[in-house]
Each structure stands twice: as structure tokens, then as C-alpha cells.
């Protein structure tokens, strides 16, 4: 079965930068769009970012873009998600997900999720 | 960009109740719409997409429908298992976008 696994969050103070991982397993990795979804504290989803099977394509939020940077190794089965600069408004437990196809769809299977907490 | 706004933003049934929840669009959107669940502490579940379609192993009582800019998530008999936040989002075209919820509780 399809199985997403988060890692990389964590305390860190504002302004610093932080990469997460999301390693996948039970299907081909290699032919599924991803995506990273954030949820706030007590709000609502918020989508962040997609990646095609091969990479080729990558979408953004407007809120995000040119802060984050969506990424993938193939090779490893895993997908990442760079932040930078980053604030207290990025507090959020952040979501890997598999889109159904290579073009952004919906979001299908989803990761437990990684909590990044940015406090000083 | 495309707004999605739910409604109610939250509401309580009693067991057995059928319950309706509300997306709009701001634009028309055909039926590139999905409809996901969360549980309390839980990761959202998929529920619907194409609007109406219902993904696999998702109970009967739940079904969707609309098209264009006005959709609905039914719940046929409202079970205690089902309170949960649903959330929509639409997929035609990016940036993707999810409503703001709708919580159910149970009366």
C-alpha cells in the first residue's frame, strides 16, 4: 500500500531555512506528480506546491513562491521541500501527497504529516 | 484566482440525519472538484473527485454532486464515524485551492 513518510521538521527560529523529505513507498514513485500541503494550527488546508513525475513541471502558491523550492529524487523515492526565510506564519504541520496523475489533480494518498514550529 | 467558500462553516446533526455541505466557486470550474475528510488529530482522506465520483472504499451514504460553480457533499445517514472537518478543492488549473471547512458534529 502507498505509504508517505514525513521527516524533517522541527523548533527553528525565524529567518533560518529548513529542508523536508517525504520518502515513498508501496507504488512507482517515479510516474506520480507530488504535491506539500501545509495546515496551520486550528485552520484550514492550505496548498503549497506541486512536481511532476519528472520533474519537468513545478507549480506554486502565490504565497510561497520564491520562498520554497519543490523538488525530487527519483532515484531515492523521495520528494523535498526547501523553505526559506523563514516566519512565525510558516508554523504549520506540512503534508506530502500523491497526485493520481502527472498534472496537478487531486491529492489521493497523504503523509502523516511533519510539524515545523518557527519560534525564536 | 479561483475562491472556493464553503458552507455552513460548521454544523451540528443528530445520528441518522442526512446532512448537505455547500462549495461554491468563484468562477465555473466543470467538475474538477474533490472532496476530502478529516478526522480530529487525523490526515485528510479523499472522499470524491470529478465531483461525484466516489473514491474507492469510501461507505455509499457520502456522494457528491454539481457542476460548474455549485457542488454539494451529502451524507445520507449521518454516522458517529463521520464527524470530521470536509474540506473541497478544485483542480482545474493551478494554484489549487480548498475551502475553509466545514466541521460536523454530532447533536
Known amino acids: 500500500q502507498v505509504q508517505l513518510v514525513e521527516s524533517g521538521g522541527g523548533v527553528v527560529q525565524p529567518g533560518r531555512s529548513l529542508r523536508l523529505s517525504c520518502a515513498a513507498s508501496?507504488?512507482?514513485?517515479?510516474?506520480?506528480?507530488m504535491h506539500w500541503v501545509r495546515q496551520a494550527p486550528g485552520k484550514g488546508l492550505e496548498w503549497l506546491a506541486f512536481?511532476?513525475?519528472?520533474?519537468?513541471?513545478?507549480y506554486y502558491a502565490d504565497s510561497v513562491k520564491g520562498r520554497f523550492t519543490i523538488s525530487r529524487d527519483n532515484s531515492k523515492n523521495t520528494l523535498y521541500l526547501q523553505i526559506n526565510s523563514l516566519t512565525t506564519e510558516d508554523t504549520a504541520v506540512y503534508f506530502c501527497?500523491?497526485?493520481?496523475?502527472?498534472?496537478?489533480?487531486?491529492?489521493?494518498?497523504w503523509g502523516q504529516g511533519t510539524l515545523v514550529t518557527v519560534s525564536s | 484566482d479561483i475562491q472556493m467558500t464553503q458552507s455552513p462553516s460548521s454544523l451540528s446533526a443528530s445520528v441518522g440525519d442526512r446532512v448537505t455541505i455547500t462549495c461554491r466557486a468563484s468562477?465555473?470550474?466543470?467538475?474538477?472538484l474533490a472532496w476530502y475528510q478529516q478526522k480530529p488529530g487525523k490526515v485528510p482522506k479523499l472522499l470524491i473527485y470529478?465531483?461525484?465520483t466516489l473514491q474507492s472504499g469510501v461507505p455509499s451514504r457520502f456522494s457528491g454532486s454539481g457542476s460548474g460553480t455549485d457542488f454539494n457533499l451529502t451524507i445520507s445517514s449521518l454516522q458517529p464515524e463521520d464527524i470530521a472537518t470536509y474540506y473541497c478543492?478544485?483542480?482545474?488549473?493551478?494554484?489549487?485551492?480548498f475551502g475553509g471547512g466545514t466541521k460536523v458534529e454530532i447533536k
Open positions: 478543492q478544485k483542480y482545474k488549473g493551478v494554484p489549487l485551492t
Open positions: 470529478a465531483a461525484s
Open positions: 468562477q465555473g470550474i466543470s467538475n474538477y
Open positions: 508501496g507504488f512507482t514513485f517515479k510516474t506520480y506528480g
Open positions: 512536481i511532476s513525475y519528472d520533474a519537468t513541471n513545478k
Open positions: 501527497a500523491k497526485d493520481p496523475n502527472w498534472e496537478p489533480l487531486y491529492l489521493d494518498d
